[in-house]
């Protein structure tokens, strides 16, 4: 399904990322849209090293599913841990005519065709793997989870920029809430601006790998041994008005206000500096 908005997009890897005209962006890197899912979020997390009988995974900004692809292929070729639940997180309904365009010629097809079907239900079990899609606003999905500790955080939505309700602070507040003391949160973004909303948040901060022509991503935990930026990096992420973060009181404002309050703040600092 092709349309002038939103299309697919055939990346380096052989695998399709998906240009949407509400975000104008692609959904991933043009080096290889299956590979940024492994070196970005599954390696990085180390959640598969994890010595735990059960682990649970977010996705947030499920997307076309490839991290989630990538997570259980992964897991049935280590066949450890035991078992796995896995929620993402997702806005968009209306993904799955594209999500049908896209085959692997490989065993990955069958996993596929289940996470598709999980699209359309909502949740569903494979072997020892229970998968949830969560729809809707993140925010508000994330608010209701009261229960869960989870082992790893795939931070995946698109760019701050445009989709800045999914990156301020107090985003992560909720998600550090929600975290194992063990868990590593993978994000694609190495922005100062998140990573000081990270660290507001009271997350330890570290570089995470780069991919492809992209540069390096960034992982953040609450105590786990994940190495840190350097002093003077902190010092320049702190000390700059750039890296004013998002702030988004009550998890409920909507895009524009996010956006447009962050530049006063950065107008404001910047004029007291003068």
């Known amino acids: 399904m092709t349309d002038k908005k939103n299309y697919l997009i055939t990346t380096a890897d052989g695998t399709s990322t998906l240009f949407l005209d509400e975000y104008e962006q692609a959904m991933h890197s043009d080096s290889g849209a299956y590979e940024e899912s492994l070196l970005k979020h599954i390696y990085p997390s180390g959640v598969l090293e994890l010595e735990a009988d059960k682990i649970d995974v977010l996705d947030a900004g499920f997307g076309l599913g490839y991290n989630v692809l990538a997570l259980i292929n992964e897991f049935k070729v280590r066949k450890n841990p035991s078992s796995m639940r896995i929620i993402s997180l997702e806005k ?86 929600i975290m194992s003391e063990k868990a590593i949160l993978t994000t694609y973004s190495s922005a100062d601006h ?16 780069s991919v492809g022509r992209k540069r390096e991503g960034t992982i953040a935990s609450i105590s786990a041994a994940i190495k840190t930026l350097d002093s003077e990096r902190l010092r320049d992420i702190t000390d700059n008005p750039r890296s004013e973060p998002y702030r988004d009181t009550g998890l409920c404002m909507r895009r524009d206000e996010i956006l447009s309050e962050r530049l006063n703040r950065i107008r404001e600092k910047k004029r007291i500096i003068r």
Do not use: H
């Open 194 to 209: 998140i990573r000081r909303a990270m660290l507001e948040a009271g997350f330890i901060v570290g570089a995470g790998p």
């Open 92 to 177: 968009e309904r209306y993904l799955l005519d594209f999500m049908n365009e896209i085959r692997f010629s490989d065993s990955r097809d069958e996993i596929y065709d289940f996470i598709k079907k999980v699209y359309g239900n909502g949740k569903g079990t494979i072997e020892n793997i229970s998968f949830e899609i969560l729809f809707g606003d993140g925010r508000e999905s994330i608010k209701k989870m009261k229960e869960i500790k989870f082992d790893a955080v795939f931070q995946d939505p698109f760019s701050p920029s445009k989709n800045p309700e999914m990156w301020s602070v107090d985003y992560f507040c909720c998600l550090k809430q």
